[in-house]
DNA sequence: AATGAATGAGCATTCATTCAT
DNA sequence: TATGAATGAATGCTCATTCAT
């Protein structure tokens, strides 16, 4: 089943000081745009208000006129970076009918939008644990949309009896972990392995261990 | 090629004001496993230097004429994670002359020592990037070590001819890879799995795409 | 000798950028009324500005068409404040012709309206040191038409020959003081005596002591 | 009965990150002097944390050193300025055997410690909302006994015969908010009356009104 | 060698006031 | 007249590091 959330309303979250919902939005993105350029490069703890408000263009004061805390925007960025790989993986593969084919392609979104992503997988893979109890939670539910996505197309393939998975929780969960492999390992990979080369091995062989009879 | 180094000579490279080597090692042991402690809770930067001193039971200035900043702290504990991670396969397959077995048994050893050792496995995939730029390239030539360790056992096995893998050093990156799954994955996984079960899981798909003909 | 004053004209101290009286009249009205709602409960430094507007259902920008600083309000809140006690008491004792009728009336009045203003009176002795300097004055002005007040009715009655006071000054001043001491100690005496209890004890005491003869 | 509490073990209750007991008495006495030198000025919320440091020569990370908060320093300008009060008054009158010289002395040292910390009698009086609630608590404990030294008197002036008082405990609360007219009204009185004159004026009306037979 | 008090630059956050629309 | 978004100086507080003893 698909949540139908949108970007905008979900950050509706985040308290704001500001009245026009539709300035909210616009200025929103542009904060969060900036903030990430600079969590990127410097880490969450290292990037100073100050240097997000430069980044966007924006005073102090007017940032804090936007969020209410330095965490609020570590939340927004995680809900926008889960939901652009929820969006696009369901958006691929939302009308593929064979679930191994719907797999096939679900799996290789999954890789393609990591690799157009390089910097905020990574920062999100280790910020995850500044952000505050309640705001986690909540990245946490997104996050287990995606990877019932994948359940759910696990699920699918047991039930056409395409292929016997002994637990489609299980490996729908190392399926999206192995996919962030090529990011995440990037200083030992880089210079050595391109893109396509990581994206062919994984497909060729995590798909395989899942679906044996495929043919690359 | 096993590099040959012990605990002690390595953090040679971290400047010191005590004279007396077998002070400074005794010292830093104490002081690197307080730091270590409190910095598996709280992170790297919410925890102070102070809260250090206070673990290690030593004062602050005392602290300080054993590690020159809060940095070396961070290559401190790296520098035995990575070491301890590596002499325990080592330790454990050194003997084994059949690759195949050699490669069973290393990789079982990985995921072991990862789940005897989660919360530094965490704290480390996290912190990596809180470490000045040469720190890190030392760790990652530590980090190279084991996975070429694995590299080379996978070597044997292609070269035996009992396996035809394609590229021995991707795969060894992905084996080490894979062996943190079931930790860094542990917010999603743990209700659900045990360890046991993911140990099991990662064995018989992880070591099957390498090993084909494997009876489990 | 009475200041025939009333609450409009006099905040005409206090500029503002709106040309009709009228209009000023009415909103500030409403302004001030908010601003002690809320001063009353958050104090005059923890309340921002942005509280008020919204108490007063005016924009931030309105309500500096009417004020042209924070310290207007408080102002305007001192100048209605007092002027609420002095024509209160003014008005339940300007036709008694006997001054010790009068004088206990007046005192009288003094106890219930600063019970019936409790928070007001609680608020206007705390904060009294924000005000600008030539406010304060101003301010101090009319609360010293009050204790002319209570002063002119004590040379009238030491004029009658009644009763002998030696400085009516100095204990006009004590009697108006001694008149909040119910609201002032309340953290003390709440609990353990009524606004009742506190009324009598202070009209016994503090009138007899310019009244000896004074029967209860 | 009198506690006995000295103010060094008393500001124990305010944490610090000081190791040596002596150092910090010393210390948070010059820090505290600084503070209510720069809070009689300026009030608590003009008054900012670097003022006090500088007024107290002490480095701003010093200073959090000793205290841990602002709010300390409130709270440790009152305990000091109640104990003093208190200390004063019964060291004063506590061989005194006779009840009504008792009272009188008492009551007579009560005015001239106020006049002798004007300044700092007017803080208290307007600053006591800005205490957090824990902190306030403390301190209606520690003024309590100071109500509750002279209702003991008032108690056994009754118990004497000597006179009636009818609420031992309403009249001792009165006692002691009058002994705070000659500072509070300074504004008015200045200029009119003296110190002496105010003292008089108290001592002959206040304590008239308990002992009825006094002659001055 | 050991201690712990001292330093001060740096940080997140607030808020009275302004001004373009 | 009315609105509310924008401003930025100012504030309370932290903490890695130093240094006198």
Chains 1, 2, 3, 4 share one sequence.
Do not use: C
């Amino acid at each position: 089943m698909v949540r139908k959330i949108g970007i905008n309303n979900l950050t509706a979250r985040v308290p704001t000081k500001i009245k026009t919902q539709e300035i909210i939005d616009d200025k929103r993105k542009d904060i969060i745009k900036a903030a990430v350029s600079v969590f990127k490069h410097k880490g969450y703890h290292k990037t100073t208000v100050r240097d997000i408000a430069k980044a966007a263009k924006v005073s102090m004061g007017s940032l804090y006129d936007y969020i209410s805390s330095k965490d609020d925007l570590l939340y927004l960025f995680y809900e926008i970076f889960i939901l652009t790989y929820y969006q696009k993986v369901v958006s691929v593969t939302n009308n593929i009918k064979d679930p191994e084919k719907k797999l096939k392609v679900a799996y290789k979104t999954l890789l393609e939008v990591g690799f157009s992503l390089e910097d905020e997988v990574l920062f999100g893979w280790t910020e995850a644990k500044n952000m505050k109890k309640n705001y986690l939670k909540e990245i946490l539910k997104l996050e287990n949309d995606l990877i019932n996505y994948f359940k759910g197309i696990l699920d699918e393939i047991t039930a056409h009896g395409h292929s016997k998975i002994h637990d489609t929780g299980l490996v729908a969960n190392f399926l999206v972990y192995s996919a962030t492999f090529g990011i995440l390992r990037r200083w030992a990979l880089k210079g050595s392995y391109t893109k396509e080369q990581i994206i062919n091995y994984l497909m060729n062989t995590q798909l395989k261990t899942i679906l044996p009879h495929l043919v690359p």
